[in-house]
Nanobody
């Protein structure tokens, strides 16, 4: 059974930083591309960043230069380092993996950027 558990969210002031963590189980982590998405009540879930099995990364334009995705295969963990946070970054952040054609999701971690 695939399980993804996110952590690291919280309240941060604009310009601040947070590091999100997602730990996976039930998959051969090292061979999978991993994704971070986010969602707010007024927008559909949107892709933030991805990292493939070789470590190649992709980011959507609105986080480029501010967010960094990384992975530690030894710990089956993917990270999202978020710097220079803006109020518009407020959302629930989800970790995701596709396995055997199915998308799997964690329960998410809430990030609130507010003064």
């Amino acid at each position: 059974q695939v399980r993804l558990v996110e952590s690291g969210g919280g309240l941060v002031q604009p310009g601040g930083s947070l590091r999100l963590t997602c730990t996976a189980s039930g998959i051969k982590f090292s061979i999978h591309q991993m994704y971070w998405y986010r969602q707010t009540p007024w927008k559909e879930r949107e892709l933030v960043a991805s990292i493939d099995s070789g470590g190649a990364t992709n980011y959507v334009d609105f986080v480029k230069g501010r967010f960094t995705i990384s992975r530690d295969n030894a710990w089956s963990t993917v990270y999202l380092q978020m710097n220079s946070l803006k109020p518009d970054d407020t959302a629930v952040y989800y970790c995701s993996v596709k396995r055997q054609g199915l998308d799997h999701w964690g329960k998410g971690t809430l990030v609130t950027v507010s003064s």
